[in-house]
């Protein structure tokens, strides 16, 4: 994990936010992440870094999961693993199991962070308890004609315009769409 820390400081440090919610949180990380590499894992109790993804086809939409456990439409994301040399890895690597999508293509800067109380194990089969996710949040684009496949931590999968988003959504969701899609011009 120390590889994936010091890729999460590098860009967290030279990030240029895309809102004042954004740097305000950015700086928040930081300071979570000065804890060292431990703040990369769930085992963290106060808190760690996640690493999610917004996807958008050729035709503006975004995929959204509705969260198996949740109940709520949000991005594909999730817990960083020993595997993940950078956030942005991570971040393609969740969105690629949840989605099922072969082929998505990563802007390796993120479009947003987003702070937020979850109730998550430790490992595999353990009980949720209270933490945070210092969730770091990354734009891919789908490939042409890309058809979506529901993970197993899913209930859903389906494509929205902007303009036309489901309920309930997850807070957070709709502060990143917005940065996502001035990528795209």
Known sequence: MTDLYENAVDVLSTWNATSDAAEANRKRTLDLLADG??????AHRAGHVTAS???VDDSRRVLLCLHGRLGLWMQLGGHCEEGDGTLAAAALREAGEESGIP??????VPIDI?????RCG???GAPATP???YDVRFLLRAPA?????????SSDLAWFRPDALPSPLADGTIQ???PALARLT
């Open 37 to 42: 590499p431990g703040a990369m894992t769930r």
């Open 53 to 55: 993804a917004l996807i």
């Open 103 to 108: 082929g998505l293509v990563l802007d390796p």
């Open 114 to 118: 987003d702070i937020h109380e979850v």
């Open 122 to 124: 430790s490992q595999e």
């Open 131 to 133: 933490s945070v996710h």
């Open 145 to 153: 004609g890309a058809v979506e496949r529901i993970s197993d931590e």
């Open 176 to 178: 990143q769409i917005a």
